[in-house]
């Protein structure tokens, strides 16, 4: 099979594709022929070994796991014999978390993995691009407990993430407030954004609302003028913040009325089948930046890096048989 593996850490030029052979099954693993992933925010960040603390927890050199993705959209080929969750033919999508390996044509994961029945009318590439910022979404959304009529702002709104918790925030009755680039205000606002905010000509730290939840998806808002622009009992959600800005927010979290949320994302195969049945109620849709074939994942991960994708970058498998 087809796989890009990143031979060290680094620019996209480190990622070739290889030939490997297929995952072998244990008792309840599934083989899963995958038809569409993504590139994420977190795959160029494991990449490019940012933050430095990745070397010591995937490898010094290179990723001790050289196949990088996690979303998963595809076909399952085989189980093994103790599984009873799925069967041969399935269509899945879901998230294939520490045990990456999703950039390739074969992937094996456990049957308990973050794993949902993919809708029929979804195509792979609509699936692939649902469950990065729809699980991380959900999960800091779920921390901040968003009650109707909250006024919730979303900093990087265009984003993977931020396309999600737009959508999400809205679906639970939240005043969504979304902050973006110019090109991207109508998008947002297709998503059910009650105002939008173009960062390019205002700052929204700066025009005296206030607000129950700021959530920060990209890592790029000003950390003190976000807390600041939070109700007294307010939260701040940080999806990609720095090893220093995390340590650093939890010691402050113990001296203001104020909470901060940063961290690893914790997800599960229930929050999939939720995100599903969101999607299946139409009241979350994927949104796609571009598509790559497999073999052009150096060109999807550049489009990553470039800061200026909108929703997912996409990456096709096209198998030869």
């Given at each position: 099979?087809?796989?890009?593996?990143?031979?060290?850490?680094?620019?996209?030029?480190?990622?070739?594709?290889?030939?490997?052979?297929?995952?072998?099954?244990?008792?309840?693993?599934?083989?899963?022929?995958?038809?569409?992933?993504?590139?994420?925010?977190?795959?160029?960040?494991?990449?490019?070994?940012?933050?430095?603390?990745?070397?010591?927890?995937?490898?010094?050199?290179?990723?001790?796991?050289?196949?990088l993705g996690v979303v998963v959209s595809g076909e399952i080929v085989a189980v093994g014999k103790a599984v009873s969750k799925f069967k041969v033919g399935d269509q899945v999508f879901?998230?294939?978390?520490?045990n990456f390996g999703a950039h390739a044509e074969y992937l094996s994961l456990s049957e308990d993995a973050v794993l949902s029945k993919k809708l029929s009318n979804m195509t792979y590439?609509?699936?692939?691009?649902?469950?990065?910022?729809?699980?991380?979404?959900?999960?800091?959304?779920?921390?901040?407990?968003?009650?109707?009529?909250?006024?919730?702002?979303?900093?990087?709104?265009?984003?993977?993430?931020?396309?999600?918790?737009?959508?999400?925030?809205?679906?639970?009755?939240?005043?969504?407030?979304?902050?973006?680039?110019?090109?991207?205000?109508?998008?947002?606002?297709?998503?059910?954004?009650?105002?939008?905010?173009?960062?390019?000509?205002?700052?929204?730290?700066?025009?005296?609302?206030?607000?129950?939840?700021?959530?920060?998806?990209?890592?790029?808002?000003?950390?003190?003028?976000?807390?600041?622009?939070?109700?007294?009992?307010?939260?701040?959600?940080?999806?990609?913040?720095?090893?220093?800005?995390?340590?650093?927010?939890?010691?402050?979290?113990?001296?203001?009325?104020?909470?901060?949320?940063?961290?690893?994302?914790k997800t599960s195969a229930a929050d999939m089948d939720f995100i599903k049945e969101e999607v299946e109620k139409g009241k979350l849709k994927a949104v796609i930046d571009q598509s790559?074939?497999?073999?052009?994942?150096?060109?999807?991960?550049?489009?990553?890096?470039?800061?200026?994708?909108?929703?997912?970058?996409?990456?096709?498998?096209?198998?030869?048989?």
């Amino acid at each position: 099979m087809k796989a890009v593996e990143l031979t060290k850490y680094g620019s996209p030029k480190f990622l070739q594709i290889v030939e490997k052979e297929k995952p072998s099954l244990k008792d309840k693993e599934i083989l899963i022929k995958m038809h569409a992933s993504s590139v994420s925010s977190g795959d160029a960040r494991i990449r490019r070994a940012d933050p430095a603390i990745i070397r010591l927890i995937f490898g010094f050199k290179k990723p001790r796991k050289s196949v990088l993705g996690v979303v998963v959209s595809g076909e399952i080929v085989a189980v093994g014999k103790a599984v009873s969750k799925f069967k041969v033919g399935d269509q899945v999508f879901g998230d294939a978390g520490m045990n990456f390996g999703a950039h390739a044509e074969y992937l094996s994961l456990s049957e308990d993995a973050v794993l949902s029945k993919k809708l029929s009318n979804m195509t792979y590439e609509e699936a692939a691009a649902i469950p990065f910022g729809a699980t991380a979404a959900l999960h800091f959304l779920k921390i901040a407990k968003i009650q109707k009529n909250q006024k919730v702002l979303i900093y990087g709104a265009s984003g993977a993430i931020g396309t999600m918790a737009v959508q999400m925030a809205k679906n639970m009755g939240a005043q969504v407030t979304a902050v973006c680039s110019t090109a991207n205000l109508e998008l947002v606002k297709s998503l059910g954004a009650d105002k939008v905010i173009d960062y390019t000509q205002e700052d929204f730290t700066k025009n005296g609302e206030s607000y129950d939840v700021i959530f920060d998806t990209v890592g790029k808002s000003a950390f003190w003028g976000a807390l600041k622009s939070l109700n007294k009992k307010g939260h701040l959600l940080m999806a990609s913040a720095s090893m220093c800005l995390m340590l650093g927010s939890s010691i402050l979290a113990a001296f203001t009325s104020k909470k901060i949320s940063s961290g690893v994302i914790k997800t599960s195969a229930a929050d999939m089948d939720f995100i599903k049945e969101e999607v299946e109620k139409g009241k979350l849709k994927a949104v796609i930046d571009q598509s790559f074939p497999l073999e052009e994942a150096a060109k999807a991960h550049a489009r990553v890096d470039s800061g200026h994708k909108v929703g997912n970058v996409i990456l096709k498998m096209n198998h030869r048989n």
